[in-house]
């Protein structure tokens, strides 16, 4: 009996003090990609159907790409995770671009344009800098393609 009560006592104190199974779901760079990856699920439904496997599907999974990526990256060690980050980061530019070409073909409003903008330039700031603070800790060889949108070295 007491093996049960030191188990459920040891399963209650995990439960008011809640601490993720995967460490990726902790960072706050997770939750703001799955918060954009599920504003595209809700986005592209009204896009008419000629562009649902086109445009809308490349869209979702782009947008699912970021996060992916930073799931499976975040269990790697620092290299690697820095190597899956510029791949979120990678799908974060084609978001931009699914984004620029749903608002030249009249597919997404003004406004849902602007926040989809600023959610997407958010994104890179912060994997930007997680990276940096990654690579402080891990020499990483630079080179000329690891230059981010800013300017600044990933």
């Known amino acids: 009996m007491g093996l049960i009560f030191n188990i459920n006592s040891s399963i209650m104190n995990d439960q008011e003090n809640p601490v993720s199974f995967f460490r990726f779901e902790d960072l706050r760079i997770y939750a703001k990609a799955i918060d954009y990856s599920n504003w595209v699920h809700e986005t592209v439904p009204s896009f008419p159907a000629d562009k649902k496997e086109t445009l809308a599907d490349m869209f979702v999974k782009s947008a699912q790409g970021v ?3 930073i799931a499976e990256g975040s269990s790697r060690n620092k290299a690697q995770f820095v190597y899956y980050l510029k791949m979120a980061k990678s799908s974060v530019r084609e978001c931009v671009v699914y984004t620029e070409i749903a608002t030249k073909l009249g597919l997404m409003t003004e406004g849902q ?3 989809s903008r600023n959610q997407l330039m958010e ?3 912060m994997i930007g800098s997680l990276v940096a603070s990654l690579q402080r800790t891990v020499p990483v060889n630079t080179r000329d393609d690891d230059y981010d949108d ?5």
């Not at 800013?150 to 990933?154: A, C, E, S, T």
């Open 67 to 69: 996060a992916l990526n």
């Open 123 to 125: 994104l890179t700031k």
């Open 113 to 115: 344009t602007e926040y």
């Open 150 to 154: 800013m300017g600044d070295v990933m």
